[in-house]
């Protein structure tokens, strides 16, 4: 049982997540909603219910409503996105406004996540959080290009309407897929690791970082988008997660209902408007002992809730736009404060307190930042449309984000900082913002405030105050109130407040009194600055209001009344909760700012104020927070996303590739097949576009090239998932890192498969359509005329919709592999060494088939610089320098029409001593005469050769051992050869050539072949120019063998035609009759009944399915070896041996044999037969298996026996064979134990002992 997290009491504080387990929650299934309409009704309503009982059971599930309301946006936006392509409809603004809004809401749904769940998540679960933030990133960027889209001028053209359909569909893609990850992994990472009330508290911390304008849009939004059943257990939800203050309930609930409150408030907020300026007006000269009264009391007449005492005597209430001058004078005093601060440090020269200067610096980051926001989106726009500060507010940013840079740069340096040289720039950068802010807020006040006070009335200039207010999310309300009341006087605080509560709307009347009372808090002593004479405080009336005046949320208004203690009561689910009282009334937010607030004293005889806080601020308001503050600026996300400048993610984000000069890694070579899916990907994307009117040649290329990619795309992500990936979670500081992108792998197999169907279906279009017009006349019925035109018009349709998930896979795959190089490349360099990364890409290289790497080869290499060629070929030539790959490769390409480019490069790239074919080649000084030479020498020359072969220390010693033997026997062999060269050229007649006639494996059936293979031709040898079935019929007549990779004719032993070798009969008697179901062109190796593929790693073929599938060939030992034995003890060119018991060689052996726990090998039937009666190893002598009970029946034999008295105190020095350690033992003729592991395949190396105890 884990610890769960101290210090949580929902409603009186945030989520102080610790790097511990939680108490552990079973995680209800998190069903991944579907919006399709034609689901039945019995399965949508499993999944409402099951989707109700998951968020009621877990809060942190409210989240798959959002998702839902998001997907169902998608779909009805891409849908007319679609219209609007296919010319139904011309209007293009209604669907920019909507997509407008869509951004807003995910752009803030991200960077909540961002600030408030990944952080939490990640102290619990590491490695999960991210992967998503970067999605988040490319997600904006999509929106980025929609939006470019948008606001083209192209509307008309068909081109431009069919992209901006490709890319809605693209962009509803990445956000379902994004979304549907978060709930197969995050989502039940959240309900495992966090316990109910941590899981309620961090979805309150996301609702609390949303700006309050965009709440008060998203909630309703949300509430139109699920079925009356799910809103409803929506608010029950929502009322188990928001704290149970009544005013906070309010304020959310009033959001939720959302239009209905403001269509319902509309006429009583025009009347009360209209009643609040006369009242002001009457007020006007009143008496100033008025304003003492409460800014929250209740007020006689037809209004719900009070409205403020106006007396306007303060010059705000004559140009209320004139309070953005005491945000200005607030801003500059802290900023003063901190170059202040700046200056004690460096003449103290002690960073102790630097954590707590850094939370100040992120504090007033946040308030210029939003004041920037606030100014740039609401107060601008309605002043000058050509009004801009924007350049300011970056540069300001700019600056903010260096300070805070090296305010973490001193913390990381820490004793090896030089202390001088840190505190000279840490006041540098302090009055460089300084500087930057004065000019700017000088500027603003004598381009901007006059125009407002000219052109605005008082109330418009309310309004654009309280709007630029709600840019700001809650939690950061909640601290900023109190900061800037603080620094006014009593008469400005008032004034501050009278105008906030006349500008909001009558739907905002709770939202107004939480304002005033954080207000409030701003003052010494807590003092409700709307407390006096003629009331109380607006919270308390608002709460008894509440209390009798039914607003008809069946959510909030069963608050459970249970015994309280002293920290409040508790609900039905245990958790403590708070409720309205004086006796409440906490310095939270003073507390929170220590350091920040420095608001002046008073005295405190006045009523304190009784309005809740959030409970939110005093956790995870870190450099996430920060970081999405400034994402807000624009709805693009221009700088980096936010969860990259998070001091969460902050870990190697830097990577420079490896073509930028840097040490080249094995690992790099895999990545670099991404340079040519994104080739390929690009290539789809474009020429998707054109089919619509293609002919038949351009479809067939398109869709060869995406079979194409599919494949080979297949190929690398199963060896991410089944090898690299593995490799990667095996370290364990890196658990959870890959599974996001296993989810991506599938998801991406998905579209694939999509794509595939339309273009399948896209084929049949084509040729159906192709018919149609061969076979028209002119005698064409109208009905026939019809049929055409509706197929046409299908096809139009299945190739604009093609061209959509082309572009989605595109997007999809870029973005993915994106990612993976940010953040898993750099992975391998800090955790992997160079030859645990030769090891992974030789288990990648050993699962790939020759057919696969035929296709990959040219695909990538095409991709590449003649540089990057080299350098990946030299990579996979050092990770298979122990194999034939080098041998397969110069093989197969020389034999390939497109090879001459790649042959050169694989020779320039080959490093010398990998390949002895290639040695042989490159040496100048080795020995390769040819037929005619040898039969020219005498011996004396011909002996001279072979000691030069001898002494050639390039040669691998197989390959010598070959040539010294062909040396040696060369007369005959040229004798045998210049017979059949000689008369080759003479023949004509096939009746001329031996073995001219077919032979039968089966005569009575009258089947081709032979006793060792099926097949339907013979091979001409090419040593002696015979007709042989196979290899090993020739080497059974012959005294030489067959080098079946020599042969270039065969003939078919149906027409008996001698012609060159290939996979069918070229004659047309034959009519392309196949030679044999399996032909390899580099073996020249026909079979027509078994099972068999070329591994190019032993360039040789092999009986099996093929690598990848039952087998993988083994880079060290050179060999290919079952799935089964992927951990097995290497040893290397452990194959190239012979048998120890047949002696038969066993690389070409085409015998099964067996590996023995030692590493060597033997054939399987020499095994059987051999440990009849051995049980070591015949070459190292350690044991073959698991002798545990073969040695307990000896150590039973040895306890019967009794040795003659003279042998029973004598010992014997021994070597044991399995552990290779030195002991003693008591005397025995025949048996004798190891004293280290209890083996009895020992060794006597002494007779007589010196050492007397024979213990060990």
């Keep these: 049982m884990g610890t769960p997290l101290t210090g949580i009491q929902h409603g009186n504080g945030g989520v102080a997540v610790i790097a511990t387990t939680a108490s552990t929650v079973n995680p209800p299934p998190s069903p991944q909603l579907n919006s399709n309409s034609n689901s039945s009704p019995s399965s949508s309503s499993q999944s409402q219910n099951c989707l109700t009982n998951c968020a009621l059971n877990s809060p942190i599930l409210i989240f798959l409503f959002f998702h839902k309301a998001i997907r169902l946006e998608l779909d009805s936006l891409h849908r007319a996105a679609i219209a609007f392509a296919t010319n139904q409809n011309d209007n293009i603004k209604p669907l920019l406004e909507r997509y407008h809004f869509l951004r807003s809401i995910y752009k803030h749904h991200s960077n909540a996540e961002d600030e408030v769940i990944f952080p939490a998540l990640d102290l619990r679960v590491k490695n999960v959080a991210r992967t998503y933030s970067l999605e988040h990133k490319g997600e904006s960027d999509l929106f980025d290009q929609l939006f470019q889209l948008l606001n083209s001028s192209m509307h008309t053209e068909e081109k431009y309407r069919r992209e901006l359909a490709s890319c809605t569909g693209a962009l509803q893609t990445s956000i379902c897929q994004h979304m549907s990850k978060e709930e197969e992994q995050v989502f039940p990472l959240l309900v495992h690791n966090f316990s109910f009330d941590e899981q309620a508290s961090l979805v309150w911390q996301f609702l609390c970082s949303i700006p309050v304008n965009m709440m008060a849009e998203f909630l309703p939004w949300l509430s139109s988008s699920i079925s009356t059943d799910e809103h409803q257990d929506m608010l029950k939800c929502l009322h188990k997660i928001v704290p149970q203050e009544k005013l906070l309930q309010n304020v959310i609930f009033t959001w939720m209902e959302g239009n209905k409150t403001k269509n319902k408030c509309k006429d009583v907020e025009s009347n009360s408007k209209l009643q609040t300026s006369l009242d002001c007006g009457n007020n006007l000269l009143g008496n100033r002992s008025d304003m003492g009264h409460c800014a929250c009391a209740s007020r006689s007449g037809k209004r719900k809730y009070s409205e403020f005492s106006c007396d306007h005597t303060d010059g705000t209430a004559v140009h209320p736009i004139d309070e953005i001058l005491h945000w200005h004078k607030a801003i500059r005093k802290e900023l003063s404060d901190i170059a202040e601060a700046a200056r004690q440090l460096q003449l103290s020269g002690d960073f102790s307190d630097l954590s707590v200067f850094n939370k100040r610096l992120q504090f007033i980051a946040e308030i210029c930042i939003f004041h920037s926001i606030a100014e740039d989106k609401v107060i601008f726009p309605a002043v000058d449309s050509e009004l801009s ?240 503050t400034k994402s807000l600026r624009s709805l693009s996300f221009s700088p980096p996303a936010p969860s990259l400048n998070s001091s969460l993610f902050n870990w190697e984000t830097d990577i420079s590739s490896p073509s930028a000069g840097s040490a080249t890694r094995p690992i790099d070579n895999i990545f670099k097949f991404h340079k040519a899916i994104r080739k390929d990907l690009e290539y789809l994307d474009v020429e998707s576009g054109k089919l619509s009117g293609c002919d038949e040649t351009f479809l067939r290329q398109f869709s060869g090239r995406f079979q194409l990619l599919w494949g080979l795309y297949r190929a690398h992500s199963n060896a991410e998932d089944e090898i690299v990936f593995p490799a990667l979670e095996s370290k364990e500081t890196l658990h959870n890192v890959s599974h996001s992108y296993t989810l991506d792998h599938k998801q991406e197999e998905k579209l694939f498969e999509d794509i595939s169907a339309v273009l399948f279906e896209l084929v049949h279009l084509h040729e159906s359509l192709n018919i149609t017009n061969v076979s028209e006349d002119t005698a064409c019925s109208n009905f026939d005329s019809l049929c055409q035109n509706e197929t046409v018009a299908k096809y139009n349709e299945l190739a604009t919709k093609l061209q959509g998930m082309c572009k989605s896979i595109r997007v999809t795959l870029d973005n993915h592999v994106f990612r993976e190089e940010l953040e898993l490349w750099p992975l391998f360099d800090r955790h992997f060494s160079v030859e645990e990364q030769d090891k992974i890409v030789g288990r990648i290289i050993g699962t790939t088939g020759a057919e696969v790497l035929q296709s990959m080869l040219p695909w990538v290499t095409s991709a590449l610089s003649q540089e990057e060629q080299n350098k990946m070929m030299d990579t996979w030539k050092q990770a298979t320098k122990n194999t034939m790959f080098s041998e397969w490769l110069n093989e197969w390409w020389d034999g390939s029409p497109a090879s001459s480019p790649h042959t050169e490069l694989s020779e320039n790239s080959t490093s010398q001593g990998n390949n002895v074919h290639e040695s042989l080649d490159l040496v100048d000084d080795t020995f390769k005469p040819g037929w005619k030479d040898i039969f020219r020498m005498n011996q004396s020359e011909l002996e001279a050769e072979i000691r030069k072969v001898s002494r050639d220390p390039t040669l691998d010693p197989r390959r010598k051992a070959y040539l010294l033997q062909n040396l040696m026997t060369s007369r005959w062999i040229a004798a045998q050869q210049k017979s059949p060269q000689t008369r080759s050229g003479e023949t004509t007649n096939n009746e001329d050539l031996l073995g001219c006639s077919p032979s039968f494996r089966d005569p009575e059936n009258q089947i081709f072949g032979c006793e060792h293979y099926k097949r339907n031709c013979k091979l001409r040898a090419a040593c002696c120019g015979k007709l042989y079935t196979c290899r090993f019929c020739h080497d059974e007549v012959s005294d030489h063998s067959m080098d079946r990779k020599a042969t270039t004719e065969m003939m078919c032993m149906q027409c008996l035609k001698i012609q060159p070798v290939g996979p069918v009969c070229t004659t047309p008697s034959c009519d392309g009759r196949s030679m044999a179901k399996y032909y390899c062109s580099v073996c020249k190796f026909f079979d027509d009944e078994r099972t068999v593929y070329h591994c190019p790693f032993c360039n040789l073929c092999r009986l099996g399915n093929g690598l990848g599938v039952d087998f993988f060939h083994c880079m060290t030992c050179n060999c290919c070896l079952s799935m089964k034995l992927v951990d097995h003890k290497c040893r290397e060119k452990g194959l190239e041996t012979n048998c120890p018991i047949c002696c038969d060689f066993l690389f070409t052996s085409s015998a099964t044999f067996r590996a023995l726990p030692c590493g060597h090998f033997m054939h399987s039937a020499c095994f059987q037969a051999y440990t009849c009666s051995h049980y070591t190893c015949p070459i190292c002598s350690k044991s073959l298996g698991d002798m545990a009970v073969y040695f307990g029946m000896l150590d039973a034999l040895l306890a019967s026996e009794v040795l003659p008295e003279e042998y029973r105190n004598r010992c014997q020095d021994i070597l044991c064979n399995d552990c290779h350690k030195k002991g003693t033992a008591p005397f025995h003729w025949l048996y004798h134990k190891c004293g280290f592991c209890g083996s009895y395949n020992t060794r006597v190396i002494k007779v007589e002992s010196t050492n007397l105890n024979c213990s060990t």
Aim: aromatic share 6%; proline share 4%; glycine share 10%.
């Design 389 to 628: 500060f924007l350049q300011e507010h970056a540069e300001e940013e700019s600056q903010f984000d260096n300070f805070r840079c090296l305010i973490e740069s001193i913390q990381s340096a820490g004793a090896n900082s030089s202390s001088e040289e840190f505190c000279t720039q840490l006041c540098l950068h302090a009055n460089q913002i300084m500087d930057t802010i004065q000019k700017h807020f000088e500027s603003e006040e004598v381009q901007v405030l006059p125009l407002a006070r000219k052109h605005f009335s008082p109330e418009r200039q309310r309004e654009l105050l309280y709007q630029s207010l709600c840019v700001m999310p809650l939690k950061l309300i909640e601290r900023v109130l109190p900061w800037l009341v603080g620094s006014l006087n009593e008469e400005g605080a008032k004034s501050f407040l009278l105008n906030m509560h006349l500008a909001a709307p009558e739907s905002d009347a709770a939202l107004v009194t939480l304002f005033s009372g954080w207000a409030c808090k701003g003052r010494s002593g807590n003092v409700c600055l709307s407390s006096g004479e003629g009331g109380g405080c607006r919270a308390k009336v608002l709460g008894e209001a509440r209390a009798q005046f039914d607003l008809g949320f069946c959510a909030c208004s069963s608050v459970s009344s249970t015994k309280t203690n002293a920290f409040g009561s508790a609900d039905e689910n245990g958790r403590p909760v708070k409720h309205g009282g004086p006796n409440l009334c906490e310095l939270r937010s003073a507390g929170d700012l220590t350091g920040i607030i420095d608001a002046p004293k008073s005295s405190s005889g006045n009523i304190s104020c009784c309005v809740p806080g959030l409970g939110v601020n005093g956790s995870n308001l870190g450099m996430g927070s920060l970081s999405a």
